[in-house]
């Protein structure tokens, strides 16, 4: 990779160039989604099966849509046991995590006769769109079910493609039996997302629908926002290491990598102080290329979004991983918590040599479900927020209503809004 | 107005009646609010002169566009002493409520070596949208300013059609300033929102825009969605009432008209299990029909969203406030409070016969902009949340990856992510 000082200038490139890779720049595509969306909306299941037909090359019914327990019970036998245990094991630190980000109700009395509160209730259904196609992850289907499952949500409905033989991935399936999905339907696509957020004879409406696609899915999902919810629409992977002298080359150049692998619009992002570094890491990712399976991927993915910077000073390093607010970020400094601190915008944050990214991906707890593309500075990881929601609580007594009530007349006259004034003026009308 | 029996048909019909009025029906304006949205992106403040002229009537320039100190001192001259000392105790209600919404960072360290943690930072720039035209809402001015300020948002940019000589109506600013507003500017409609998305010259590019505003706004919000964050889509304005035979009659209806004043959409439904309330209230509807000044909108939003349904149970009714998901609900039975515990959907829940609605709109605290039309089983109220973002936090030491390390490889291998298990592998070579 070319190694570049770190100037404004360089900064606004990159910051533009990586924001072409967001997906709200493919414009053209949706038209073809509001038609599939539309044609489920009218014909339901029908359209499901022509859809998994036409797209998945597989033949669906309403027999068949829905996974069944042999299926699962199948699928057990052709998962490795080793992985089986794993996946044990990370649902566990998954759980342990996000028990943590729990909200609860809460309530407020005032000897004055009032009463506040806000009520959390997790939401009663939900979709989670798991990705069909050659690559598997089993990891974002714990990643996607377990924060609802801490929520409370009563009905988890999971939706994948299926392959041409009809059948789902074993691992997939296995995944999310372990994580507690209560419902598994074989359809992908726009067309799932539809299904989930209208509901078809076979797949119930959910209140919000969440997990990673293509672009299909993911403007599927962008459209039919206000109609359900939605979590962040997912754009390609990104890390971006902050490194000073201190930083093992080696590590660095693999945790780059291990980012760069996704595919081709992955960015994968070094912001140095040490120019040694700097040459060290580009020379260690050499050495890797040649020995990695998805080497090819690699390469494009750095040739268009992969940079080298050299920082004049840590701050600016700072500065420069706030501005971009990417996924993954790195902090391989010598006293990484000090930097931390100071970072505004990322997704998650990882700190020293030991604590590379692929361990968040899959082990460590908290979800591997980031914001991407910049979309850090207002969005958040996965969680159980995402299936919870408040209502606002208020009671007052008759005294306390009484002893503001003329203030509450004097606002809504000022607004013009008169049978506001008057739904309070009733309850005083000797005043 | 009719007295229904409720039934499962009745209840059907009438959420698929009230669903009609979604923002998400109109489709046929997205065109021309993505022309408005393109234009801004490309012309900048150019664009916003233009169609302010065009919409709103109003000539603004590069030095007017920004409200200025004397514009805002100015404002004070003209708002009425006494509203103005109801603004600042409403405004300490709704700090103290939203104060006790904050969230903060933690972090969880473990004797074998690791730190999660979670990550709490309040958005930096933030859009607020007020709507113009002959209403003024300075209430709503202050929902939607005061949980950013109190999350610690540092720019919190207002943006408000000018009127056609060029000013911003006083109350609104006013408003504006006691709440905390670093910045108000005069545009109005779409235009505002792509202003506020992509920024121009004169207007900087926020993180998130909140507020309510006309069908434009609405879809320019959801079409920037993703590219910045937005609050929920509001909808019309929505009350229901639980009443049992305890309930005055009197009340529930002027608290109903309350909320059918506002516009043509808005929905009032009482559900009540007593026939005698049902009658009773009926009756002080005409009453207050004759009297009240906005009586031509609350006689059109009564005839096409009214209702007042027999329940057979409180059950019965609870199930129909839970499927509707209001963005008010009154609760006036003999135990408020046992009812509140079974409410799983709605916006804001008033409990007893002196927690009218506009209690809520203007005094009590929490905030107002809620969610509508059935978003309530996914949505929630504005909130101090709305304005604060996560980022994980993980660190592990040398030991504690080396304890797990062969458990990430295997899962990364089942997901042929090489590159990922690699970077776990160079860490410890020697095994």
Known sequence: MKIERLTAESRKNLLEDLLKRSPNQYGQYEERVQVILNRVKEEKDQALFAYTEQFDHAKITAETIKVTEEEIQEAYTQVDESLLEVVRKALKNIESYHAKQMQYSWFDSKPNGTMLGQKVTALQRVGVYVPGGKAVYPSSVLMNIMPAKVAGVEEIIMTTPPGPDGKVNPTTLVAAHEAGATAVYKVGG??????????????????????????????????????????????????????????????????????????????????????????????????????????????????????????????????????????????????????????????????????????????????????????????????????????????????????????????????????????????????
């Open 190 to 431: 726009a067309q799932a997302i539809a299904a989930l957020a209208y509901g078809t004879e076979s797949i119930p409406k959910v209140d919000k629908i969440v997990g990673p696609g293509n672009i299909y899915v993911a403007l599927a999902k962008k459209a039919v926002y206000g109609h359900v919810s939605i979590d962040s629409i997912a754009g390609p992977s990104e890390i971006l290491v902050i490194a000073d002298e201190t930083a093992n080359p080696r590590f660095v150049a693999a945790d780059l990598l291990s980012q760069a692998e996704h595919d081709e619009l992955a960015s994968a992002i070094l912001v140095t102080t040490s120019e040694d570094v700097a040459n060290a890491v580009n020379k260690e990712i050499e050495g890797f290329l040649k020995v990695l399976s998805r080497s090819e991927i690699i390469k494009k993915s750095l040739e268009n979004y992969g940079h080298i910077l050299l920082a004049e000073t840590l701050e600016e390093a700072i500065e420069t991983a706030n501005e971009i607010a990417s996924e993954h970020l790195e902090i391989v400094t010598k006293d990484p918590y000090q930097v931390m601190m100071k970072i505004r915008n990322a997704g998650a944050i990882f700190l020293g040599e030991y604590s590379s990214e692929p361990l968040g991906d899959y082990f460590a707890g908290p979800n591997h479900i980031l914001p991407t593309n910049g979309t850090a500075k207002f969005f958040s990881p996965l969680s159980v927020d995402d299936f919870l929601k408040k209502s606002s609580i208020i009671a007052y007594s008759k005294e306390a209503l009484e002893a503001v009530h003329k203030d509450i007349e004097t606002f809504a006259e000022a607004e013009q809004l008169t049978a506001h004034a008057n739904s309070i003026k009733v309850r005083f009308p000797e005043d």
